[in-house]
């Protein structure tokens, strides 16, 4: 997810729900009301960067997708991987 900081002021004004837990899609309805919200359908992966191992995937999958740093960082993991990691 991405929000604008009008997420805490949504988040703060609703009531917990099922479970006793505040909901996030909740918080989502309500910021309906006063800003756009937008949605992607993601065709390829995507990664839970709240969860270590993902973030760094998801920090490799991005260096190796740029046209400005791909091909250096890719021999860098080529290194890595057939020099260092024995």
Not at 2 to 11: C, H, R, S, W
Not at 28 to 36: G, H, S
């Amino acid at each position: 997810y991405v929000f604008t900081p009008g997420i805490f002021d949504a988040l703060r004004e609703i009531r917990p729900g099922v479970g006793g837990e505040i909901q996030l899609t909740d918080a989502i309805e309500l910021l309906l009301q006063t800003e756009n919200v937008h949605g992607w359908v993601f065709t390829e992966g995507r990664f839970d960067v709240g969860r270590k191992i993902d973030y760094l995937r998801a920090t490799v999958e991005l260096a190796l997708g740029r046209s400005d740093l791909g091909d250096e960082f890719r021999e860098y993991l080529v290194d890595l991987v057939q020099n260092r990691l024995r």
